[in-house]
């Protein structure tokens, strides 16, 4: 049983009607109860384990936030699920202070105060030094505040914090206001009656000097967080620019030292906008990792949260699977298999593996695999009184009413750089087979698509036609590529897992993703077979009857 007071903390995330937990790591407050929730035996949690790394990428859902948030709770981590292996460049336990830099807010508000006056627009290094000269500062306030609480009046946190306000302007004023907020700037100005003795003034070079060296004399580390920006504004020329200087800020300050590292968390969904952002993409871009995962880690990371909330809430379900080491893939397929059923008919009238049916109607996302199986659980206790069994019916129905949330979440996503995506979407797909070739997709463009993009003009360009309609469907992980066909399933891959989307053209064999396929009103395949990604058919239990 999950003892007192972590029980308590918990309860309150982890309830009847959420039995998963929150599926935004932005609503777990409590980095304990984050750190409980946190499966560290996972891929992309190591990829991220890289000191190295600067920029993470993942999509909309992908749990890049909760990756970088672990670094947090990474104390708890060691004592509720230390990771198995740990390499010789690995950061886990590398980093003793993690600060939240920036929210999307307070870029929209930097972007406004960098961009100089209406019509003109500041050379890019000007733009650097901003960015430097507000994250350093920001920086230098956190550390002299977290110096002065613990009773550290040393002479270099000191003179960090006579630079803060030296030569204080109003426009100093005003974006440190924004950036650090109210509380931070009172607690520092508290300070103020300590200083010096040494008068001189220092730049933001010194500054940093000082900072960093005296992190090495206490041998500590930090860590920048630029995260929680869901949005942006892309083809902005005023953006572009901002983004693409931030960029290039991180890229220098994390080859100068390894003190003090950044690491920033951007949106998959518009990396090939952010690449042509930066003014230099191979340098500034050069250590990213994409957030990527199994459908085997995703039924991993389920059963640890599912395993969590039986201990809290039902002791004899928990007996049932407590000793199952669920950080191995056969063991993960056992604990399943005590809950689902062994089949379920899908919408073709076909019997398929109930894990494998849900999975394909995710991107491999793990708040779209959440949200589904969340559904699963609480409507079939509903239905049944009971968290033993989930009820095959509960299931068809909770995957059939989540659809059209996930999609949406993806249509979303992709607003800034597709806003028309599903208006020109729904009639090219509508009773359209769901399995086609490039060639059928590009006479219904013709018939029905371009009529419905001149009609959304200026949303969508004057230009586009199918090859930029081919290009929007195959990034968006709309439409696959491939049919290989099985006893089962129309098997096909699908780029939501790749940087840059795969080009497609005549002679490709294609397939809609069963997401959508409902979603977009879709006919059947001819061979009324289903549509399964490629990811979702290397699940260590599924069978396609090849």
């Known amino acids: 049983m999950v003892k007192d007071p972590l029980a308590a903390l918990l309860r309150s995330y982890v309830t009847p009607s959420t039995p ?143 630079y803060l306000h030296q030569d204080e302007d109003d426009y100093k004023s005003a974006i440190r206001k924004m950036v650090w907020g109210e509380s931070l700037i009172d607690r520092v100005k508290n300070f103020l009656h ?126 049932r699977v407590a000793d199952l080491d669920i950080d191995h893939r056969n063991e993960v397929r056992e604990f399943w298999s005590k809950f689902f059923p062994v089949t379920v008919s899908n919408r073709h009238e076909t019997q398929e593996d109930p894990l494998t049916y849900i999975l394909r109607h995710t991107q491999l996302l793990p708040r779209q695999f959440l949200m589904t199986l969340q559904k699963i659980i609480t409507r079939s206790h509903l239905e049944t009184g009971s968290y033993r069994k989930f009820d095959a019916a509960c299931i068809v129905d909770a995957i059939e009413s989540t659809e059209p949330l996930i999609a949406d979440e993806i249509l979303q996503a992709f607003g800034h750089v597709y806003p028309a995506a599903e208006a020109l979407c729904k009639p090219v797909f509508a009773n359209f087979p769901t399995v086609f070739s490039y060639d059928a997709l590009e006479n219904r463009w013709r018939k029905v698509g371009r009529a419905v993009a001149r009609r959304h003009a200026p949303a969508v360009p004057t230009d586009f036609d199918m090859p930029e309609f081919g290009e929007m469907v195959v990034r968006m992980g709309i439409v696959g590529v491939g049919n290989d066909e099985t006893d089962r399933y129309h098997e096909a891959h699908f780029g939501y897992d790749s940087i840059a989307p795969i080009n497609i053209g005549e002679g490709h064999d294609l397939c809609l993703h069963p997401i959508f396929s409902r979603h977009f009103n879709a006919a059947r395949s001819e061979k009324g077979k289903a549509v399964i990604p490629k990811g979702v058919s290397r699940l260590p239990w599924h069978t396609d009857g090849r």
């Not at 860590?223 to 929680?228: E, F």
């Not at 290039?248 to 951007?266: A, P, T, W």
């Not at 809290?312 to 379900?317: I, P």
């Open 194 to 319: 300590i200083h010096s003795g040494d008068h001189g003034r220092l730049n933001s070079e010194d500054a940093l000097s000082i900072a960093v060296n005296y992190l090495e004399d206490t041998k500590r580390r930090v860590l920048l967080i630029c995260d929680s920006m869901d949005e942006y504004n892309i083809g902005d020329r005023a953006f572009d620019r901002t983004l693409g200087a931030l960029i290039r800020f991180i890229s220098q300050f994390n080859s100068r030292q390894d003190r003090v590292r950044i690491k920033l968390g951007l949106p998959a969904e518009i990396f090939p906008e952010v690449s042509r952002a930066s003014a230099n993409a191979l340098k500034d871009l050069g250590d990213v990792e994409q957030v990527v995962w199994t459908a085997g880690e995703l039924a991993q990371i389920a059963a640890h949260r599912y395993r969590l909330f039986l201990e809290l809430y039902e002791v004899d379900e928990f007996v």
């Open 20 to 162: 998963l937990g929150p599926s935004d790591a932005g609503q777990i407050q409590d980095v304990e109860v984050a750190a409980k929730l946190f499966d560290v035996h996972t891929k992309s949690f190591h990829t991220l384990l890289r000191r190295e790394l600067s920029v993470l990428i993942g999509r909309r859902g992908s749990g890049k936030t909760a990756l970088l948030n672990s670094y947090k709770y990474r104390p708890y981590l060691d004592r509720v699920a230390k990771p198995t292996t740990v390499g010789s460049t690995s950061d886990f336990r590398l980093y003793d202070l993690v600060i939240d830099v920036l929210t999307y807010k307070q870029f929209d508000d930097m972007q406004r105060m960098i961009r100089g006056t209406e019509g003109h627009f500041r050379p890019i290094e000007a733009i650097v030094d901003d960015w430097h000269n507000l994250v350093t500062d920001y920086f230098f306030a956190k550390l002299v505040d977290e110096e002065m609480s613990e009773g550290r009046h040393t002479e270099p946190v000191k003179r960090l914090n006579r």
